[in-house]
């Protein structure tokens, strides 16, 4: 059973950067096949695709928000940590991190991005000064 | 960017009844794509991935079909528990896009 839970303030400034991080448990984020994804949803609005890293540490990042995004891993704690640049109260949202099954067979495992199987509960976040 | 389209954008049914949902891509996806249901509250749950497969422990009154630029969900004999807002998500190109969801109401 693959558990994934999200940390971070809750309430940003505008112009700071926002970092939040997620535990994964029941997985290792070294182990090949493995993927993690953040995603978030403003208040009332739809899901947004933000980033995703794979065990390799290769990663992917939304075009409209590739410049303010940086999603790392720790693999000593099991965590996946994304960080946004120059928030604004537009980026008010509530966070979500979850596991990306990745496709593997005898030639290996594939990095494409997938859909989520495992979520964390959000992590709401406010921008606002 | 692939931008997924949704609709209807509200649906209201009645208990027992089928509905559909449709997602259409501005492109082809093939069968990259995956629905979701959020309860209020709550973070989405897969229902169905690669627009047909039921993921474990979901009921079969969900389906999935579809291939290319047009995809459906269909809930047969809807429930109460049914009241939620569904969401689509294509997952063919370097990085994914979700549809802007179908709140889904129960009469």
Known sequence: QITLQESGPTLVKPTQTLTLTCTVSGVSLS???????WIRQPPGKALEWLAIIYWSDDKRYSPSLKDRLTIVKDTSKNQVVLMMTNVDPVDTA???????????????????????DYWGQGALVTVSS | DIQ???SPSTLSASVGD???????????ISGWLA????????????????ASTLETGVPSRFSGSG??????LTISGLQPDDLATYYCQQYSSYFSTFGQGTKLEIK
């Open chain 2, 18 to 28: 089928s509905v559909t949902i449709t997602c259409r891509a501005s492109r082809s």
């Open chain 2, 4 to 6: 997924m389209t949704q």
């Open chain 2, 67 to 72: 291939s290319g630029t047009e995809f459906t």
């Open chain 1, 31 to 37: 182990t090949s096949g493995v993927a993690v994804g």
């Open chain 1, 94 to 116: 509530t966070y979500y991190c979850a596991n990306n099954p990745i496709k593997c067979d005898r030639s290996g495992c594939y990095i494409a991005p997938g859909y989520f």
């Open chain 2, 35 to 50: 629905w979701y249901q959020q309860k209020p509250g709550k973070a989405p749950k897969v229902l169905i991935y690669e």
